[in-house]
């Protein structure tokens, strides 16, 4: 080991290239974990709190019936259902409705979306992004809406807005509601085409007071996108205990565009670790063949001495296990202390197309980071396993040196 | 000295081959060797010398012929039986004195130890007597890069012997040295020989050597030409 220890600072140039051949790939695929935890983190509490909740209970889609998205005539039972279930943190009814909202002489298709505001607000702190007049109460008329449908249909707070519902569901009804605030919405879409307004008066759009389309749930114990037995468990228990005619769903299911992001960013990771590793690997190759080549004469000496191949081979591989592990280690140690110090600023803004892009996305455009220790570990473990059978060939090149032969080596 | 022999050759040939050519090294070479020799073997350049050598140290493999180390065939051996063989019964000294130049004095000398599988505090004991013994204590700690040529093949020998093999084979030994310092190394192996009953088998045409063996083999084109017995 000290043998090993001196020879890897004999030839330091060559020691920092190994090592850097170690560490960037390591640096770079924890700053990627990070890059990716905190988008996928990002996008499951954007969906999660404004949108879908960790599950829903909805009204079975009939195939045939006309309606992507059938209502739920009451909400009784699947209330009366839900309470049987362990593990509920939290639960609110919404009513969901495509309409035609006019302001004015224009004309959008929304959605208008019913809820209890005071319920709401504390998963989603939605009376944070209102941006212009207040946000809705329960026993309000009022309605508040997206900055970028209030720049479509050039409104403002105070103008009237004119609802017509046109779910297949319900027969057709209308409403004058006047526009009580603006709302930075967390994603384009949903700032584009949402219309928000207490659950009674989208229920008087409805032409029903009892009508929803979906108990939103949040479960207890869900932290991130990649946390799903308490879901799986959960939505078990619920389908269980509802009766037919109920569909019980995860939020992957109602967002499946995230889904399709978590599909494609594992294969993703997996295609640049190993071109990153790949490229590690072969530098560790190079500098340790070159190592092996410019000792010829001293393998040939330690041969010539009694010294056994397997002893040779593993001279090598101590060398390059030790500046694999300092490698890796401090890949590990710069990439943990990047994502700290950006965590450390809260995250770095981000401007123009691609904060534009990112809010598309539904992501807070703000470059953000987050680590799990496994992914710490799996990235410093692999690229060291990568970069020791690397270096294995020169080590079995080294053990198989005649040993006269290489003590007449000359460079 | 006992009658049977430590080493012994049976009509020993090596033949080199590049490509078409084949270049004749030894040519049927029958010698044997006893503890507590102190022998040499002459010649003139390109007579066979270092060629014997390699092949008794089993560093190389005889075209024809055979080896026998204290009765044990050598050609029967496999590589890794080989390196064994050479651990624990032959010693080498290297014209080129051949340190491993990250390794100190003190852990060159017991690098052989180490390869045995001796425990630290055993080896270190055992390099540090025979660094006394030889004289060169005072270098335990440095580095080879630090000493003279002639302190460093000082080193060579101590490491050839400190694990007492059946015997040191050493290639023209005094061959990078001044005068004083040859007369110097050789009368340390001599008392080696003396003194331990270390047996040496020198290649060398160095007179200042050669004087001072007790046996004197001559090798010419690859054949002993004389086998003299001195009393020195």
Known sequence: ?411 | MSNSPLIQTLDLAKTYVTGDIETPALRGVSVELHKGEFTAVAGPSGSGKSTLLHLLGGLDRPTDGDIFLEGQAMSKLSKDQLAKLRLTNIGFVFQAYNLIPVLTVLENTAFVLELQGIVRAERIKRARKILAELGIEQYADQYPNRISGGEQQRVAVARAVVAEPAIVLADEPTANLDTATSHELIDLMRRLNQERGATFLFATHDSRLLDRVNRLVTLVDGLITGDEHHTN
């Open chain 1, 1 to 411: 080991m000290k043998a090993a220890i001196r020879h890897i600072m004999r030839n330091r140039r060559r020691t920092i290239l190994t090592l850097l051949a170690v560490l960037i790939p390591v640096y770079f695929l924890i700053f990627m974990f990070g890059f990716i935890n905190s988008m996928m983190q990002d996008m499951f509490e954007t969906a999660t709190r404004f949108d879908t909740g960790h599950v829903q209970i909805l009204a079975e889609e009939v195939k045939g019936s006309g309606s992507a998205m059938p209502l739920m005539r009451d909400t009784d039972v699947a209330l009366a259902a839900l309470a049987s279930v362990d593990g509920i943190e939290w639960s609110t009814v919404r009513l969901d409705l495509p309409a035609l909202a006019s302001v004015g002489e224009r004309t959008r298709t929304v959605y208008v979306r019913g809820l209890v505001p005071e319920e709401i607000d504390p998963v989603s702190n939605m009376s944070d992004r209102i941006v212009e007049g207040e946000f809705i109460t329960s026993d309000s008329d009022g309605v508040v809406v997206g900055q970028e449908l209030a720049e479509l249909l050039d409104l403002t707070v105070g103008d009237d807005m004119v609802l017509l519902g046109v779910h297949p569901d319900t027969s057709l009804g209308a409403i004058r509601a006047p526009i009580v605030g603006i709302f930075n919405a967390p994603e384009a879409t949903m700032g584009r085409s949402m219309v928000i307004a207490s659950l009674a008066t989208v229920r008087r759009l409805a032409r029903s007071e009892t009508v929803a389309s979906a108990i939103v749930i949040r479960v207890d114990g869900v932290t991130g996108p990649w946390d799903t037995s308490r879901l799986d468990e959960v939505t078990a228990a619920l389908s269980a205990a509802l009766p037919a005619g109920y569909d019980v769903q995860g939020w992957l299911d109602l967002v499946p565009f995230v889904e399709a992001y978590m599909t494609i960013l594992t294969p993703m990771l997996v295609i640049m670790a190993i071109i990153f590793f790949g490229l590690g690997a072969l530098v560790v190759v190079n500098t340790l063949y070159l190592s092996v080549m410019e000792r010829t004469r001293e393998i040939g000496l330690i041969l010539a001495l009694g010294a056994s191949r397997a002893r040779v081979m593993g001279m090598v591989l101590t060398e390059a296990g030790i500046i694999t592990v300092a490698g890796a280690f401090c890949g590990a140690l710069v990439g943990v202390g990047l994502v700290w110090i950006v965590q450390a600023f809260g995250g770095i803004p981000l401007w123009g197309q691609m904060a534009d892009y990112m809010k598309e996305m539904g992501i807070t455009p703000v470059l953000n980071m987050n680590i799990r220790a496994i992914q710490v570990l799996l990235s410093a473990g692999a690229m060291t396993v990568v970069a020791l059978l690397a270096a294995w060939l020169p080590a079995r090149k080294a053990s198989k040196l005649e040993p006269m032969e290489a003590m007449r080596y000359v460079e």
